[in-house]
């Protein structure tokens, strides 16, 4: 059995990759979310509390950290439910599998960063992974984390579904907070959530984060437009939001202040080297087109829904 914190679209790929393959998942959220298969169990509980996670994850072979809480509310969430699937795994002697990103190098020389590159982090959210990771290490736990870089795919979150595509679905111009020329990865949710499977079922990740295959560094103006023409539709004029303006709204503004922290991942170059993840375990990475048509047809259902 399988225990998976969040429903998210990594939780999600997780468990139906999972049932998929005849595996039993305890999906855990706390409105009991989760996609609906046979073989998954999903449950209603706080992923804060040790105690009751620790009983949820009885006889459990891997618990995957898959949880997202709110931007505005890392420092006060993320500890505590870290703690607590660390004390599940403890207690049950599962595999600690971690949904990681790229938060904990901080800004780098050229943007490269490889499973080498120290964790050089110095904004809050940043710090905060840092110490997620540390503590599970320190726990004595067998655990393993897999980074990526910003999500695409079907219910991916990020600056190309919450800014991109809504200009997109209405034809306006949109202001990007980016710059839309510079390099670019792009992970997607299938791969990151095919990558934590295998390196939590596979001795030689334990102990040790890893990089998920993603596909070549893209300018947020090329994927746009090959998301263009994959649907259809006139490329799409975009401008480039002076960083300045977010820096300036987030002093009042409490989600564009967490966000402004982040933003160097924009307008600088962003490029996940996921080279020794790939030779050591034969993961490889999702053609670009894959992921931006999954992206599609789920926007499709979206629109289809809301009509």
Same mark, same amino acid.
């Given at each position: 059995?399988?225990?998976?914190?969040?429903?998210?679209?990594?939780?999600?790929?997780?468990?139906?990759?999972?049932?998929?393959?005849?595996?039993?998942? !305890?999906?855990?959220?706390?409105?009991?979310?989760?996609?609906?298969?046979?073989?998954?169990?999903?449950?209603?509980?706080?992923?804060?509390?040790?105690?009751?996670?620790?009983?949820?994850?009885?006889?459990?072979?891997?618990?995957?950290?898959?949880?997202?809480?709110?931007?505005?509310?890392?420092?006060?969430?993320?500890?505590?439910?870290?703690?607590?699937?660390?004390? =599940?795994?403890?207690?049950?002697?599962?595999?600690?599998?971690?949904?990681?990103?790229?938060?904990?190098?901080?800004?780098?020389?050229?943007?490269?960063? !490889?499973?080498?590159?120290?964790?050089?982090?110095?904004?809050?959210?940043?710090?905060? !992974?840092?110490?997620?990771?540390?503590?599970?290490?320190?726990?004595?736990?067998?655990?393993?984390?897999?980074?990526?870089?910003?999500?695409?795919?079907?219910?991916?979150?990020?600056?190309?579904?919450?800014?991109?595509?809504?200009?997109?679905?209405?034809?306006?111009?949109?202001?990007?907070?980016?710059?839309?020329?510079?390099?670019?990865?792009?992970?997607?949710?299938?791969?990151?959530?095919?990558?934590?499977?295998?390196? =939590?079922?596979?001795?030689?990740?334990?102990?040790?984060?890893?990089?998920?295959?993603?596909?070549?560094?893209?300018?947020?103006?090329?994927?746009?437009?090959?998301?263009?023409?994959?649907?259809?539709?006139?490329?799409?004029?975009?401008?480039?939001?002076?960083?300045?303006?977010?820096?300036?709204?987030? !002093?009042?503004?409490?989600?564009?202040?967490?966000?402004?922290?982040?933003?160097?991942?924009?307008?600088?170059?962003?490029?996940?080297?996921?080279?020794?993840?790939?030779?050591?375990?034969?993961?490889?990475?999702?053609?670009?087109?894959?992921?931006?048509?999954?992206?599609?047809?789920?926007?499709?259902?979206?629109?289809?829904?809301?009509?």
């Amino acid at each position: 059995m399988h225990v998976i914190v969040g429903s998210g679209p990594v939780g999600s790929s997780i468990a139906r990759l999972l049932a998929g393959r005849g595996e039993s998942v !305890r999906m855990i959220t706390r409105s009991g979310s989760g996609p609906e298969h046979k073989l998954v169990e999903r449950v209603a509980a706080d992923a804060s509390d040790a105690r009751r996670l620790t009983e949820l994850a009885a006889g459990a072979e891997v618990v995957y950290n898959c949880a997202n809480p709110k931007y505005t509310e890392w420092e006060q969430k993320w500890f505590p439910m870290n703690d607590a699937m660390i004390a =599940a795994a403890k207690a049950t002697g599962a595999v600690y599998a971690i949904t990681g990103n790229l938060y904990v190098y901080g800004l780098q020389p050229g943007g490269y960063m !490889r499973e080498d590159t120290p964790m050089a982090a110095v904004g809050r959210k940043g710090k905060v !992974r840092i110490k997620m990771w540390r503590d599970a290490l320190a726990s004595g736990v067998r655990t393993v984390e897999a980074r990526g870089a910003d999500y695409i795919g079907a219910g991916a979150v990020g600056i190309f579904s919450a800014v991109l595509l809504p200009a997109m679905a209405t034809r306006r111009t949109p202001w990007v907070p980016a710059d839309l020329d510079a390099p670019h990865t792009f992970t997607y949710t299938g791969d990151m959530a095919r990558a934590l499977v295998d390196l =939590a079922g596979d001795e030689r990740a334990w102990g040790r984060a890893w990089h998920v295959p993603s596909a070549d560094p893209i300018s947020l103006r090329e994927l746009t437009d090959r998301y263009c023409d994959l649907i259809g539709v006139p490329h799409l004029t975009m401008h480039k939001l002076p960083r300045w303006i977010n820096h300036a709204i987030g !002093r009042f503004n409490p989600m564009m202040r967490e966000m402004a922290e982040m933003d160097y991942q924009f307008y600088f170059p962003f490029r996940l080297d996921s080279t020794l993840t790939a030779r050591t375990f034969g993961l490889t990475a999702t053609p670009l087109e894959v992921s931006l048509r999954e992206t599609a047809e789920d926007a499709e259902r979206i629109s289809a829904r809301t009509m």
